[in-house]
């Protein structure tokens, strides 16, 4: 009995010390960054949609008979983007990237290179590597529902002089830096490309963009950068970890981008950021109902005369890590106190605060802006419930 006894303590410890090892491992690394990727419990009973883009088309059950749909949902300042709207059904079929100068036909590469506007979905789930930086055409949506669409382990998107792109429920994890060379960049020009940075997409001066309902984690450099005098875009919906400098929007103290206009509204800040939930240079960003359950130095920062409205959001300071949502880069208070950064109907929790500075009457001067209407922050739980691109749309179902 006793002998019994003892084998089954040694397989205990012996699987014990198995699952540590797991645990400790690279794969399990990403298996867990996957879950985290997937973070909203499943529900079970009639949809719900909370907020005013999911309520234009998420318990449409016919949504796959009318996939465009969502190209009349966007608001704030991306409310113009349409993307690929009034143009054919492209399906990606092949998840390869092996030819970047002459893609071929069923790639994703291939379908954002396209000349025409284009609603491009996807054949089954798919997992790819890019081996270059995705350059883009204008007038393309890249839609993910009712598969899981991973992009990983390889390069990121670029929106280089484009307008008019959508991003719809994508994955985009452990994006790295590409090396340059020859490499497509419209149906007529091949040219040589440096390194790209490692962002998992770069917005270069583009405009009309809408990005939603999409999941970012670990890339080499930023996961969303907005730089060169690109304008009117809406970030919605998304769910952001597992990373030191998230967004990044202006690049450059020297140069002036006072035209920029982004909207950052109903997504979900969680586990592992550091910093930039944006980071600002120059231009207006509209922060509105978002959800901030994690940062170790700061939420929001900034510098160079930008213009921050936070209305209706979430800050939940984590124990041990910076109170303080705000941050100014290398300023002095003279300078800073003029930059009109606002807080409005914001809820913090354990001992989150923010920094207000600039025009209290900033919504006089800015009168005409399509600004998002906040609903109160007691309600941002559920408004980005659903934050990120794990919908697990069905056809036939409401997503």
């Not at 090892?21 to 079970?44: D, G, V, W, Y």
């Not at 400098?245 to 035209?259: I, Q, R």
């Not at 929790?349 to 207000?356: C, D, P, S």
Request: with cysteine; hydrophobic share 40%; aromatic share 10%.
């Amino acid at each position: 009995m006793k002998a019994v006894k003892f084998r089954l303590v040694l397989v205990v410890c012996i699987v014990s010390m198995i699952i540590v090892m797991a645990e400790s491992s690279p794969f399990n690394e990403t298996i867990s960054n996957r879950r985290e990727l997937i973070r909203h419990k499943k529900h079970n009973g009639p949809c719900k949609a909370h907020n005013l883009i999911d309520k234009c088309w998420r318990c449409d059950p016919k949504w796959a008979d009318n996939r465009q749909k969502i190209a009349g949902c966007c608001q704030g300042f991306g409310h113009n983007t349409v993307g690929g709207k009034g143009g054919k059904i492209y399906v990606v079929t092949n998840p390869s990237d092996n030819d970047v100068i002459n893609p071929a036909p069923g790639t994703l590469r291939h379908a954002v290179l396209q000349p025409q506007p284009l609603w491009i979905i996807f054949s089954c789930h798919m997992n790819i590597k890019l081996q270059r930086e995705l350059l883009f055409t204008s007038h393309k949506t890249i839609d993910g529902r009712g598969f899981h669409i991973h992009i990983a382990g390889g390069a990121g998107f670029m929106l280089q002089n484009i307008r008019n792109v959508i991003i719809f429920n994508i994955h985009m994890y452990d994006i790295s830096v590409a090396r340059g060379g020859m490499i497509r960049s419209s149906p007529h020009h091949i040219g040589i490309r440096g390194a790209s940075d490692g962002d998992a997409i770069c917005i270069f001066g583009s405009s009309d963009v809408w990005i939603d309902h999409c999941s970012f984690a670990g890339s080499f450099d930023g996961l969303i950068d907005i730089v060169a005098r690109s304008t009117d875009i809406t970030i919605s919906n998304n769910h952001f970890v597992r990373h030191d400098k998230a967004l990044l929007f202006g690049a450059s103290d020297e140069k002036p981008d006072e035209n920029m206009r982004i909207t950052v509204a109903y997504n979900h800040f969680g586990k592992g950021l550091t910093q930039r939930l944006p980071a600002v240079r120059w231009g207006f960003v509209h922060v509105v109902n978002n959800d901030y359950t994690m940062w170790k130095c700061y939420a929001i920062g900034g510098a160079k005369g930008a213009t921050i409205i936070s209305q209706g959001n979430r800050y939940k300071a984590e124990h041990g890590a910076a109170k303080e949502v705000t941050h100014r880069n290398q300023a002095e208070k003279s300078e800073w106190c003029k930059w009109t950064w606002r807080s409005e109907g914001d809820l913090m929790l354990n001992g989150a605060f923010f920094v207000n500075s600039g025009n209290p009457h900033w919504a006089k001067q800015y009168k005409g802006y399509p600004l998002l209407r906040p609903e109160p922050a007691h309600r941002v739980h559920e408004l980005t419930n659903f934050a990120g691109a794990a919908l697990g749309c069905k056809v036939g179902l409401p997503c």
